[in-house]
C-alpha cells in the first residue's frame, strides 16, 4: 500500500522567509503524488503534482517539489511566504485499492503553516 | 472552468431529519468523490463514483445514502444522523478514476448534528 508522511505538524516562517514543508513517501513503484493546501473553512486545492514526467514540479503561487527516489521525498518549497500561504498542507499519494475499484488518494495528516510578519 | 459546487454551505439537522447535500461540476469529469472532514484532520474517502455506478464504498454507514443522477451530478442523503457525524463534507471530481488524475473539490458543506 502507498502511503505518506508528514514530517512536521506545524511549521512556522516569517514572511519573506522560504518555506519548507516535509513529506515522505512509502511505495513500492514510482507513484502519483499531490500537494494539496486548504484555507480555513475552505475546500483543498492542486498546488502541483508529480506523474514521473519530471522530478522537479513547479506549482502555483510559486511553490515547487522535488521528488528525491533515493530519500523518499516530496517536499514543497517556496522561496519566500506571504501572509496569504497561512493554510493547512497535505502531501497526498493516489492508492490503487484493488485490481477492480481503481484508485483514491491517501492523504498525510497534514501541516500547519503559521506565517508571522 | 475547474469549478465544482457544493450546496448548501452549512447545515443543521436533528437526528431524526432528512437532508440531501448536492454536488455539481460541468467540466465532463466521470468520476465523483465525497469525503469526511474532521476538524484538524484529513479527509476521508467515502464514496465513488465512476461513470455515474458506484465504484467505492469504504464502509460507509447506511444513514449515508449516495446518489449519482447524472454524469454532472451527486448528491448525498442524510438519515437519522448521529452528532458524531458532524463534520465538513467534501465533493470532488476528476477526469477519470485513474491513478495520476487531479481531483478538483468544492468548497464543502459543513454539517452539524444535533
Known amino acids: 500500500a502507498q502511503s505518506v508522511t508528514q514530517l512536521d505538524s506545524h511549521v512556522s516562517v516569517s514572511e519573506g522567509t522560504p518555506v519548507l514543508l516535509r513529506c515522505n513517501y512509502s511505495?513500492?513503484?514510482?507513484?502519483?503524488l499531490f500537494w494539496y493546501v486548504q484555507h480555513p473553512n475552505k475546500g483543498l486545492q492542486l498546488l502541483l503534482k508529480y506523474t514521473s514526467a519530471a522530478t522537479l514540479v513547479k506549482g502555483i503561487n510559486g511553490f515547487e517539489a522535488e521528488f528525491k527516489k533515493s530519500e523518499t521525498s516530496f517536499h514543497l518549497t517556496k522561496p519566500s511566504a506571504h501572509m496569504s500561504d497561512a493554510a493547512e498542507y497535505f502531501c497526498?499519494?493516489?492508492?490503487?485499492?484493488?485490481?477492480?475499484?481503481?484508485?483514491?488518494?491517501?492523504f498525510g495528516k497534514g501541516t500547519s503553516l503559521l506565517v508571522t510578519p | 472552468d475547474t469549478e465544482v459546487t457544493q450546496t448548501p454551505k452549512h447545515l443543521v439537522m436533528g437526528m431524526t431529519n432528512k437532508k440531501s447535500l448536492k454536488c455539481e461540476q460541468h467540466m465532463g469529469h466521470r468520476a465523483m468523490y465525497w469525503y469526511k472532514q474532521k476538524a484538524k484532520k484529513p479527509p476521508e474517502l467515502m464514496f465513488v463514483y465512476s461513470y455515474e455506478k458506484l465504484s467505492i464504498n469504504e464502509s460507509v454507514p447506511s444513514r449515508f445514502s449516495p446518489e449519482c443522477p447524472n454524469s454532472s451530478l451527486l448528491n448525498l442523503h442524510l438519515h437519522a444522523l448521529q452528532p458524531e457525524d458532524s463534520a465538513l463534507y467534501l465533493c470532488a471530481s476528476s477526469q477519470e478514476e485513474r491513478e495520476m488524475e487531479t481531483q478538483y473539490f468544492g468548497p464543502g458543506t459543513r454539517l452539524l448534528v444535533l
Open positions: 511505495s513500492s513503484y514510482s507513484p502519483s
Open positions: 497526498v499519494v493516489s492508492e490503487s485499492l484493488d485490481s477492480n475499484s481503481g484508485y483514491a488518494l491517501n
